[in-house]
């Protein structure tokens, strides 16, 4: 566990805000070259991970995307306003740690509170600024800020609870999608599968989904899973009347974008039963995930939406919980196993 967990640390540390996800590309490019047939990438850099030479494609992947912001002017007394990349709450983005990366180099900053913030409740994100320490315009152009550099919330890693299960930083939406991917492959490496299985991971979902289109293109899939991060609303002085942390993967019927296909679900459900592995089904309140442009593959394809619970979404202390992680693994093997060219036609057929 102790080893998993420094690898999850490390690939929730990489920065990659949208349209900027070198870093997770590589990072994932090297940890499938010992796994994988093939590697490709798509026009907007989305990456694909082959394993099998035959069998319906069974495309599982997260997006590498993180929300962040990007520079959008420079105040004359050398504050930084910004623009979202992506939707960042604006009560995870006030007081924290950021890094802007410019070209040369990159510069530290925090998330300024701005004037009366605290007689009127939160600001709009517009109006937040980011203080970098500077006097004056010339001074921040002078450590390379300038219009259009990416800004990344700073990655502070802790593993909370007695057993050190739950696990926080930034970025869990959506790189425990793309290390799901990856160790479902390894997996499937091992014990073999009638399928041709693609993990890797899409870019620019924060922004409208737009990897998943590409990548859906490049790939063709027969079936599509999206994992992603589901909402858990087991937080304080909650209902706590869907999904929770530590109670497994969510199955997740419907998002803005998507249908999950309803076969689908139950063959998900049934190998869930099957294995003893810990499930939850839910809908998703807001936003849409990768599946709702995957869907559209070929002349359209079944597609579900499976998701690792996660509290604090979309701010830089977000949370989920290891064995949902190590669940979401296990499920999406079995299914892909059980998976094979007669299952996927019977699921396919109207
Ligand atoms: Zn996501």
């Known amino acids: 566990m102790k080893k998993e967990i420094g690898f999850l640390k490390e690939l929730t540390d990489l920065r990659a805000t949208s349209g900027n996800e070198g870093s997770v590309r590589e990072f994932l490019r090297k940890a499938y070259e010992p796994v994988a047939d093939r590697i490709e990438t798509d026009g ?17 992947v997260g997006h590498m995307d993180e929300v962040g912001f990007m520079v959008r002017s420079i105040t004359k007394d050398g504050y930084v306003r910004f623009s979202r990349c992506g939707f960042f709450f604006v009560c995870g983005a006030l007081s924290q740690h950021y890094t802007i990366e410019t070209e040369k180099g990159d510069v530290d900053a925090i998330c300024s509170l701005g004037p009366g913030t605290e007689d009127k409740g939160f600001p709009q994100i517009e109006d937040l600024a980011l203080d970098i320490g500077c006097k004056s315009e010339e001074e921040a152009r002078e450590l390379g800020v300038r219009v259009g550099d990416f800004i990344v919330p700073k990655g502070h890693f802790e593993a909370l609870g007695k057993d050190g299960k739950y696990l926080v930083n930034k970025a869990w939406d959506n790189r425990i999608g793309c290390a799901v991917a990856l160790r479902v492959m390894e997996d499937l490496k091992k014990t073999g599968h009638p399928n041709i299985f693609i993990g890797g991971g899409t870019v620019q979902e924060e922004v409208g989904t737009r990897g998943a289109a590409t990548l859906a293109e490049m790939v063709r899939p027969d079936i599509a899973f999206s994992l992603d991060i589901g909402t858990a609303d087991d937080v304080c002085g909650s209902k706590k009347e869907e999904a929770a942390l530590g109670k497994g993967p969510e199955l997740t019927f419907m998002d803005n974008m998507t249908l999950s296909n309803r076969k689908l679900i139950r063959f998900a459900v049934e190998v869930a039963e099957e294995c003893g592995i810990p499930y939850q089904t839910s809908i998703m309140k ?63 057929r109207f």
Do not use: W
């Open 44 to 60: 907007l850099g989305s990456l694909a991970a082959y394993h099998g030479s035959e069998g319906p494609k069974i495309l599982a």
């Open 286 to 348: 807001r936003g849409g995930t990768d599946a709702g442009k995957f869907q559209f593959a070929n002349t359209g394809i079944p597609v579900l939406l499976v998701n690792v619970p996660c509290r604090y979404a979309h701010t830089p202390t977000s949370m989920i919980h290891y064995d949902d992680y190590k669940n979401t693994i296990r499920l999406m093997a079995e299914i892909v196993r059980r998976l094979d060219g007669n299952k996927v036609q019977e699921i396919c």
